[in-house]
C-alpha cells in the first residue's frame, strides 16, 4: 500500500509543479526572434522533423496541427530500450495507457492500449502510409508495427488524438492514429551493428548497410534483426527474424521509393489469471512445457485438470506463429513547386497461426469432441496424453494503392486523396491429437488435423475518399475545413462450416453474406492561431467511423455470430460505431531566463468525446423469436461520453539537464444500460473499464559530461476497473524505469561512434496487477501481472 499512496502523492505533486512551472514560463518568458513555424513542403509532411533545442527531444510538438499531434524520434525510442515496438515507447505520451508483459512491447497476445478511453482496435496505424489494420491478436486486416519495420530504423512515431487526419487510411480511427516512420537510406556508406544481451537469455543482433549517395541521388540500405528471449515466468523463447530494405531514388521531378519487409516470428504465450468469488488466483498461470511427464500427472485418467483450480488450469503450451511480407512501392512527383501528386501501392501476405495445447476434459469440449466422435473414447482418440491440440490458422492477402494531390493555391493549401484495400481473409480453427509419445512443441506448427471446426473466406473492399482545405485568413490564424468517405463492401463465405450440433441452441451454422457500409460525409473543421512566434492555440472538431470488423470465426465481428438469423438481424438493424471529438489546446516552446531554466516546450489539450453506437456481443434479445434462447448476438448498446485534459512539456536545464512530464486525466462513462436475454445489465453511468482517470509519465534525463547519458523514467497508472459494472477494481502502480548509456573508451579506430547503454525495467522490483482482462460479468475478472526488474546490455558502433 506504500507504493499507491506514495504513487498518489507523486501524482498531485506532479500536477502543482507543471501547472506552476507553465504558468510561470508564460509569463515571464523571453521572447526569441524565432519566426512562426515555416510551412513544410508536401514531402515533409510524411514524416516529421523532431530536431529542438534543449537537451533531449523526448517529445515533439507538431507547429502545424489544427489538432493534438505529439511525436517520439527514433534515437529517443531506442533509449526506452533497445529494439522497443514503437507502441510501447508511446506509453511516455499523456493520454497513452499501454501494457504488455515483455520488456519491448513485443507480445502481442497480453497488449492493452487505450487512448483517451478508446482501445487498441478503435485507432488507427500506418507505417509509411501503409495501413496496418486495427491491431487485433486475431489477425485479419493487418500487422503490428514491430513486424512492418525493425524498430532500429524507425524514423519517428506520431500519435494523433481525436480522429488522426482525414487522409489516414484506417477503417478503425475512431479514437485516434498511430503513424510510424521509416528512416531513409543515409548520405554515407555506413555499417551499423548493435548487440543486445540481458535478463532471461535475451539476445537482440541487428546489422544495417547503407549505400550511401551512388549518384543519381540513388541510394538503399538493407538490415537484418535476430531477437530471442526466454519468457521471465516459463520455459518459453520468444523469437523474431526480421529483414528490412528500402532504395530512395531522389531527382528533380519527384522522388521514388520502394520498401521491402519479411518478419518471421513465434512468440509462446501464457494465460492470464481468473479472480472469481473467494478464488485465489496465481500471480502467474505459465504453461507445462516442456516437462511432458509432470504434465501427464496433472491430468486425471479422463483428461481433466485438478478440480481444486477451477478455470485456472494451466495448458501444456500455448503459442503464437506469424510471417508477414510487407512491400511497397510511392512515388512523389513534383509537378511544380505548387502542386505534388504521390502514388503508393502495397502488398501485405501472412500467414500465422494460434496454438494452444490444453487439457480436452474442460471448457465444455467433450461436447463438442463428441459431436465428431459419438461414442468413442476422446482420450484415445487425441492421442492418449489428455491433451489435444487446437490452432487457429490465418491468412491474409491484401492490396491497396492510396492516391494524394497536394495544391498551394495562394493562401490556400488543398489536398485530396483516395484509398482503396481489397482485402482477402481467412480463419480455420482446426484440432490435432497430442500423442503421448511424440508430443508437440510451442515451436512447430501442428500437421493431419482430426478436426477442422470451421474454416472463414472473407473478401472485403474498402474505399475511402478525402478533401480537405487549409486556409490562411491572415499570416497568424490558419482555418482547415474537409470531409473524407468511407465505404466498405465485405461479403463472408464459410468453405467449411461448423457441424450445427456443435454450436447447438437451433444454429445451422456460422452465417454467410454481404455487408455494405457507406458512410459519404464524416466532416472536419479546426483552427489554428499563432499567438506569438513561438505560442499557438489550436481547436479542432471531427466525426468519424470505424467500419464492421471482417473477421470470420470469432471477435465482435457479424461472421462470427452464431447463427444465420443473428447476422440477418444484426445487417438490417445494426450501425457502426462513430465518435465526434472536439479538442482545444495550446502549444509553446521558447527560450527561458529564469536562472538555471533556460527552455521550455510543452502542450495543453482539453477534448470531450461523444461516442456513439458502441458494439457488444451479448445474450439475445427474447423478443427476436427466431434466436434460440442464450444465442449471441452482436449488437449497438448505446454510447460513452469522455471528457479529459493532457499536459505534457519539458524543462530544460541547459543542455545538461532536462525534465519532461506528461500529465492526464480521462472520464469515460456509459451513457446507457442494455439487456443480456432478459436481465438488465446496469452499465449507465459507470466508468469504462481498464481505463485509468489519472496518468503521469516522467522522464528525467542528466548529461554529466564525458559522453555519458542517463534517464530515469517514471509511469504512474492510476486505478482502474475491471468490470463493466465497476464491481471490481485493480490497484494503481508506479514504475520506474533507468537507462545509462555512454562511449567506449579507447575503441578501436575501425569502429565509429562505439557506445554502450544499461537499460533496468521495473527498477524498484514492484509486483501487482499490470492489466486486467475486462469481462461482461460481474464478480469476476482476469489479469497479467507486473514483470519484474530486469536489466539489458548493449553495444552499438558504426563501421
Not at 166 to 184: A, K, V
Request: aromatic content about 12%.
Amino acid at each position: 500500500m506504500k507504493t499507491f499512496h506514495a504513487a498518489t502523492a507523486l501524482r498531485h505533486s506532479s500536477i502543482a509543479v507543471a501547472a506552476s512551472l507553465l504558468c510561470a514560463s508564460l509569463a515571464h518568458a523571453v521572447p526569441t526572434d524565432t519566426p512562426a513555424a515555416a510551412e513544410e513542403t508536401p514531402a515533409a509532411q510524411d514524416a516529421p522533423d523532431l530536431s529542438r533545442a534543449g537537451a533531449v527531444s523526448t517529445v515533439a510538438i507538431s507547429t502545424r496541427k489544427t489538432r493534438s499531434s505529439v511525436a517520439m524520434s527514433g534515437p529517443d525510442i531506442q533509449k526506452v530500450m533497445p529494439g522497443v515496438s514503437p507502441l510501447k515507447a508511446l506509453q511516455a505520451l499523456p493520454g497513452v495507457s499501454f501494457q504488455t508483459a515483455d520488456p519491448w512491447g513485443n507480445n502481442e497476445q497480453n497488449l492493452s492500449l487505450f487512448v483517451h478511453g478508446f482501445n487498441g482496435q478503435q485507432l488507427g496505424y500506418t507505417m509509411d502510409g501503409v495501413p496496418l489494420g486495427d491491431q487485433q491478436y486475431g489477425n485479419y486486416n493487418g500487422l503490428a508495427p514491430q513486424r512492418a519495420l525493425t524498430s532500429e530504423n524507425v524514423k519517428s512515431v506520431v500519435l494523433s488524438t481525436g480522429a488522426g487526419d482525414l487522409g489516414t487510411p484506417s477503417t478503425s480511427n475512431l479514437g485516434g492514429t498511430i503513424e510510424t516512420y521509416s528512416r531513409d537510406p543515409m548520405n554515407e556508406r555506413n555499417v551499423n551493428l548493435q548487440q543486445t544481451v540481458g535478463s532471461h537469455k535475451a539476445s537482440r543482433t541487428f546489422l544495417r548497410y547503407d549505400s550511401g549517395d551512388l549518384g543519381g541521388g540513388n541510394s538503399f540500405f538493407v538490415s537484418g534483426l535476430h531477437h530471442e528471449a526466454k519468457a521471465w515466468d516459463f520455459n518459453g523463447r520468444q523469437s523474431n527474424d526480421q529483414f528490412n530494405a528500402k532504395f530512395v531514388h531522389e531527382g528533380e521531378s519527384g522522388k521514388l521509393t520502394v520498401f521491402a519487409d519479411w518478419s518471421d516470428k513465434i512468440e509462446p504465450n501464457e494465460d492470464s489469471t481468473l479472480h472469481q468469488g473467494s478464488l485465489v488466483a496465481p500471480y502467474t498461470r505459465p504453461f507445462i512445457y516442456p516437462d511432458f511427464a509432470a504434465a501427464l500427472a496433472y491430468l486425471d485418467a479422463n483428461g481433466a485438470p485438478p478440480a481444486n483450480v477451477g478455470a485456472n488450469f494451466r495448458n501444456y503450451y500455448s503459442d503464437a506463429q506469424r510471417t508477414d511480407h510487407l512491400a511497397y512501392v510511392k512515388y512523389e512527383a513534383f509537378l511544380s513547386d505548387k502542386l505534388s501528386w504521390t502514388n503508393q501501392y502495397y502488398y501485405h501476405r501472412n500467414d500465422g497461426v494460434g496454438v494452444v495445447a490444453g487439457p480436452i476434459n474442460q471448457a465444455g469440449l467433450p461436447a463438442l469432441f463428441r459431436v465428431y466422435f459419438p461414442n468413442q473414447d476422446l482420450k484415445t482418440v487425441f492421442g492418449n496424453s489428455g491433451y489435444a491440440t487446437r490452432t487457429t490458422e490465418y491468412q491474409i492477402n491484401r492490396q491497396g494503392a492510396t492516391s494524394t494531390v497536394r495544391w498551394e493555391a495562394g493562401d490556400h493549401r488543398i489536398q485530396a486523396g483516395l484509398w482503396f484495400e481489397h482485402n482477402n481473409s481467412g480463419a480455420y480453427r482446426r484440432w490435432y491429437a497430442l500423442d503421448v509419445n511424440n508430443p508437440s512443441t510451442p515451436y512447430q506448427r501442428p500437421s493431419n488435423p482430426l478436426i477442422t471446426q470451421y474454416g472463414s473466406d472473407i473478401d472485403n473492399k474498402v474505399v475511402q475518399f478525402h478533401l480537405v482545405d487549409e486556409w490562411k485568413l491572415r499570416p497568424d490564424l490558419t482555418v482547415q475545413g474537409g470531409f473524407k468517405s468511407s465505404l466498405q463492401f465485405a461479403e463472408g463465405l464459410f468453405p467449411v462450416n461448423q457441424l450445427p450440433a456443435a454450436i447447438g441452441n437451433g444454429s445451422k451454422g456460422l452465417p454467410e453474406g454481404k455487408i455494405t457500409t457507406k458512410k459519404w460525409f464524416l466532416p472536419q473543421l479546426g483552427a489554428r492561431w499563432d499567438i506569438s512566434g513561438s505560442m499557438q492555440a489550436f481547436a479542432n472538431v471531427q466525426k468519424n467511423m470505424r467500419q464492421f470488423v471482417t473477421y470470420g470465426g470469432g471477435g465482435n465481428s457479424p461472421w462470427s455470430l452464431s447463427s444465420q438469423a443473428a447476422f440477418d438481424y444484426f445487417k438490417a438493424t445494426a450501425k457502426p460505431e462513430t465518435s465526434v471529438t472536439i479538442e482545444a489546446g495550446l502549444r509553446d516552446s521558447r527560450s527561458l531566463d529564469l536562472g538555471p531554466l533556460t527552455a521550455f516546450d510543452g502542450q495543453v489539450t482539453l477534448y470531450h468525446v461523444n461516442f456513439r453506437d458502441r458494439q457488444l456481443a451479448i445474450s439475445s434479445n427474447p423478443i427476436i423469436t427466431s434466436f434460440a434462447g442464450g444465442t449471441t448476438i452482436l449488437s449497438n448498446v448505446g454510447g460513452v461520453k469522455t471528457d479529459g485534459v493532457d499536459f505534457g512539456g519539458t524543462l530544460h536545464f541547459g543542455r545538461a539537464f532536462s525534465f519532461y512530464d506528461a500529465i492526464s486525466y480521462n472520464r469515460s462513462r456509459y451513457q446507457d444500460s442494455y439487456l443480456s436475454g432478459t436481465t438488465v445489465v446496469p452499465t449507465a453511468g459507470k466508468t469504462v473499464p481498464n481505463t485509468p482517470e489519472w496518468m503521469n509519465k516522467f522522464v528525467a534525463t542528466f548529461k554529466p559530461g564525458a559522453g555519458i547519458e542517463m534517464q530515469l523514467q517514471g509511469d504512474y497508472v492510476g486505478k482502474r476497473f475491471a468490470t463493466y459494472t465497476n464491481d471490481l477494481n485493480v490497484g494503481s502502480y508506479f514504475l520506474l524505469g533507468l537507462n545509462v548509456s555512454g562511449a567506449v573508451p579507447m575503441a578501436p579506430s575501425f569502429f565509429k561512434n562505439l557506445r554502450w547503454s544499461i537499460n533496468v525495467t521495473n527498477l524498484a522490483d514492484r509486483k501487482g496487477v499490470l492489466q486486467p482482462n475486462v469481462g461482461q460479468a460481474s464478480g469476476s475478472y482476469a489479469t497479467y501481472p507486473i514483470p519484474p526488474r530486469m536489466g539489458f546490455l548493449t553495444l552499438k558502433a558504426d563501421i
